[in-house]
Every structure is written in C-alpha cells, then in structure tokens.
C-alpha cells in the first residue's frame, strides 16, 4: 500500500512514530427558531490529520485534501524536527488493531428524507409553543451525521469505521410581567433514526415548555448552608465538570489537577463509584476506538470512595508509568487527541427517593444544570441548577429557580451519604482547549448532607 511506504519512510527519516486520521463526514442539520425555518442543509467534510513523533517532540499536519498525504507526512516530520520538547514523550504501549467496524442500527439516517426530517421538526416546534401563550421564543435543532474513519500508524494498526449519529434539542423561552425563564433537553447518540421514535420528540419538547413555565412562578431559593439532593442529571454533569475534568491525566501531567498524586487515596464516600465507559452502543460519548487506536473500554475513576485511574492518552500513560484507558478523542482530524471524558457512570444506590428526603426537615432537591464554573487546581465549583424544589420534613413543595450550588469537589463528594436506585442522565458537547466532542453524565438521586446554596440571577 502506497500510504503504508510512505509512513514507513518517515520512519527510515528518524521518526520514533507516525499516525495519520483519514475521516470524511455527511452531515444534516436542520433548525426551526421562533416558527421560522432558520437552516436545512446537507454538508460534506473530508481530511487527514497526521502525527509524527521524533525526539520526543510531536509534529502535527492536518490537510482537507487527502490525496497530499505524502507532502503531509513530510510536513508534520519537519515540525516535529523543529520543536524541541522540554522532556521527552514517550508512549504507553497499545496492541495494534486491523478491524473494520460498522455500527448495525434499525433505521439508517441517510435513507429518511430531508422532508421528513423537516416535518418531524416542524410537528416538534409545534409540541414546545402549543402549550401556553407565555411561551415567546422556542427552537428546535436537529443534526445527523455519518462518520467514515480510517486510522493508520507506524505500529500497524489499520480500524475503519462506520459510525450514525443522531440528536435533536429543545429550547423553550416562557415570559410573564417581565420575568423570563428558559428551558431546554436534548436526545441524542450514535445509532439510528429508531432513536427519534423510541424518544417522542412531541412529549419532550411539551414538558420542556413546562418546565420553563413552572420556572416563571417559583420563589427565589434560601442562602445558607443546607442538605441538598441532586438529581441523576445534576449529580452526572458536576461529576463530569467537578471530578472528570481533573481526572484527565494531561491536566495532572501539567500541575492542574487537585487529583494529582493520590492514586490509591480515598477522595470521596465509600458509596461513590464513577466510571468512564466509551463502550457502551447507544450512547452519545460512544466510540469503538479512541483516536489513537486504542479499543474502548470501562475506566473505573473511582471505586467505593478510592481514585483508581485517571484518563490517559498514550503519552500521558507514558509519563506516568501507567496503562493506556482509551480516553484520546479529537474532535475532527484537524485537531490532535487530547485526554477526554466520553459516558461518565455514576454506580446507583439502593434507596427509594423517599428513603432518601424523609429525615431532611428542611432541604433542596436540584434537578438538571444551567452552568457554572470549576477550578480544577484549587478544587472549587459553582454551578447554577436547572430547577430546584425545597423539602420540607421530608416532604417536595414548591418550585425555586435560580439556584446556585458552591464547594469544593472532595468535600462534596465526602458529604454523599444516601444514592437512589433509579437513574437519569443527560447528553452534551464539552470543550476543552479549542475542541468540542459529544459526552453523556448518568447517576442516581444523591443526598449531600451539607451544601453551600444561593440565589444565582445571572
């Protein structure tokens, strides 16, 4: 093969590694916002992206012209000659992989017709704005994609794959007396268009409206500190912010993680266990192989309190001394893979919700999450709630909004002392250095005993 003999004479020119990501992309993308057809178009991307490592130094190319690979591989070559590393990389071992891999759904995307899809999106945005008259500005969006990869390296390795991709999201803008609330969900994964009928999208763009409507008569929340129960939403994504981020070994490698040098610590209750699984079919954080090869597959983070692994690209297992986790993923073979986060699981408990609100006299119960910020170094967060309700001697009332939730990641995790048997999750997009890559957060209903709470207008 010509592209293998060109990859080898780099290698006979001094590099110590190459690898070249060949990834071609047709995508639709269809969105309704405030009853108007704002976009509804078929896209086309193709390219490479070729690394090559040499004396300890990566050399990075990236082309939209695939038939000028050999001129990459000799470009990315004399970058990795121009850059002299401050220490030498070094990568952990992986098995090299031939495997040719098609993701098997029910209902291909590609074969349902963009008027089909414009329909289903129209029938949805009806669902949001039908429900109330203070319903002022709602969008719908819809993208669906297949995605062609081809992998290659000096070690090998040869994975092609086949990969659907499908998810619609939902936003909801209610308004009464100057007030505004908004509200929003999203389904989404790598399957099939069978995702769109196993998910109704009618039902989850009515409640979504509802939810901004209740937002609209509940009362700001108490300040102070209180116990509070996150819902599997809320308690997925401070997982993934709070914990996951600092998790990701390039942040440890560089000093900016809180989790550095405790492998093998007790960081959080004996209750919690967290995991990372890009593994699992159906998923939106799923992937066959990681972007430098490596087969998925379940990362625990933390076992019965115990900070077990971090995540690893090649490189920073390298330089840690410890086993590769699957966890380099780039966003599009324009970018190098980086440590990344894919299905963060958050082990369930074995208490009903009631079990687990009736000794709180006076509490909260969060559910979902609007935004926030974390420190990864200092090991600070602030997140702001979705939806919030307080609890009364054990009992939910009324509706508050606003909520904002503020500590530090090892001592909340410390304070969980009651999980729920049932679990929710979301799906999103998390950045992190210029990239964005498709994630989802799961986990059961979790009582923290004492939480720092507040009103958040912003």
């Given at each position: 093969m010509e592209l293998e003999r060109q990859m080898m004479r780099a290698i006979d020119d001094g590099a110590d590694y190459l690898d070249i990501r060949y990834e071609k992309e047709q995508s639709t993308v269809i969105e309704i916002r405030d009853d108007v057809l704002r976009e509804a178009k078929v896209g086309f991307e193709l390219g490479a992206g070729i690394r090559v490592l040499l004396d300890g130094s990566w050399g990075f190319y990236a082309t939209s012209d695939p038939s000028r690979l050999e001129d990459g591989i000799t470009k990315a070559l004399k970058l990795a000659k121009a850059h002299k590393a401050d220490k030498n990389i070094k990568l952990a071992p992986s098995d090299s992989t031939n495997e040719e891999f098609k993701l098997k759904v029910r209902e291909p995307p590609e074969d349902v017709g963009i008027d089909r899809k414009i329909s289903l999106v129209r029938e949805a945005?009806?669902?949001?704005?039908?429900?109330?008259?203070?319903?002022?500005?709602?969008?719908?969006?819809?993208?669906?994609?297949?995605?062609?990869?081809?992998?290659?390296?000096?070690?090998?390795?040869?994975?092609?794959?086949?990969?659907?991709?499908?998810?619609?999201?939902?936003?909801?803008?209610?308004?009464?007396?100057?007030?505004?609330?908004?509200?929003?969900?999203?389904?989404?994964?790598?399957?099939?268009?069978?995702?769109?009928?196993?998910?109704?999208?009618?039902?989850?763009?009515?409640?979504?409206?509802?939810?901004?409507?209740?937002?609209?008569?509940?009362?700001?929340?108490?300040?102070?500190?209180?116990?509070?129960?996150?819902?599997?939403?809320?308690?997925?994504?401070?997982?993934?912010?709070?914990?996951?981020?600092?998790?990701?070994?390039?942040?440890?490698?560089?000093?900016?993680?809180?989790?550095?040098?405790?492998?093998?610590?007790?960081?959080?209750?004996?209750?919690?266990?967290?995991?990372?699984?890009?593994?699992?079919?159906?998923?939106?954080?799923?992937?066959?192989?990681?972007?430098?090869?490596?087969?998925?597959?379940?990362?625990?983070?933390?076992?019965?309190?115990?900070?077990?692994?971090?995540?690893?690209?090649?490189?920073?297992?390298?330089?840690?001394?410890?086993?590769?986790?699957?966890?380099?993923?780039?966003?599009?073979?324009?970018?190098?893979?980086?440590?990344?986060?894919?299905?963060?699981?958050?082990?369930?408990?074995?208490?009903?919700?009631?079990?687990?609100?009736?000794?709180?006299?006076?509490?909260?119960?969060?559910?979902?999450?609007?935004?926030?910020?974390?420190?990864?170094?200092g090991g600070n967060f602030q997140f702001t709630a979705e939806e919030a309700f307080m609890i009364e001697n054990g009992e939910v009332k009324g509706s508050i909004r606003n909520l904002s939730l503020a500590g530090r990641t090892l001592e909340v995790l410390e304070k969980i002392d009651a999980l729920g048997k049932d679990v929710t999750g979301s799906i999103g997009f998390c950045g992190k250095n210029g990239q964005t890559v498709p994630v989802s957060e799961s986990g059961p209903d979790a009582r923290i005993s004492e939480i720092l709470v507040g009103g958040n207008d912003a």
């Open positions: 945005y009806k669902k949001l704005v039908d429900v109330d008259e203070r319903i002022k500005s709602a969008s719908v969006y819809y993208t669906d994609s297949i995605i062609e990869k081809l992998f290659l390296n000096s070690e090998g390795s040869e994975i092609r794959l086949h990969l659907p991709y499908i998810s619609i999201g939902f936003r909801a803008v209610a308004s009464e007396g100057g007030e505004l609330q908004e509200a929003h969900d999203r389904v989404g994964a790598f399957t099939g268009f069978e995702l769109i009928k196993e998910n109704d999208p009618g039902e989850i763009a009515a409640s979504v409206s509802r939810r901004a409507l209740r937002l609209l008569d509940a009362k700001n929340p108490p300040s102070g500190k209180f116990p509070v129960v996150m819902n599997g939403k809320l308690l997925g994504v401070f997982a993934h912010e709070a914990l996951g981020h600092a998790a990701e070994a390039d942040l440890v490698v560089s000093g900016e993680s809180i989790l550095a040098d405790k492998i093998g610590s007790r960081i959080a209750s004996e209750i919690i266990t967290i995991a990372d699984d890009p593994s699992i079919p159906q998923t939106h954080g799923y992937y066959p192989f990681d972007d430098e090869g490596v087969r998925s597959r379940r990362t625990l983070i933390i076992e019965n309190g115990t900070l077990r692994s971090y995540l690893h690209t090649r490189s920073s297992a390298g330089e840690l001394g410890m086993e590769v986790t699957a966890n380099a993923r780039a966003e599009d073979n324009s970018h190098i893979p980086i440590a990344r986060m894919s299905n963060i699981i958050i082990e369930r408990g074995d208490q009903s919700f009631d079990e687990i609100i009736e000794d709180i006299k006076m509490g909260i119960y969060a559910k979902g999450m609007r935004g926030g910020q974390v420190d990864t170094v």
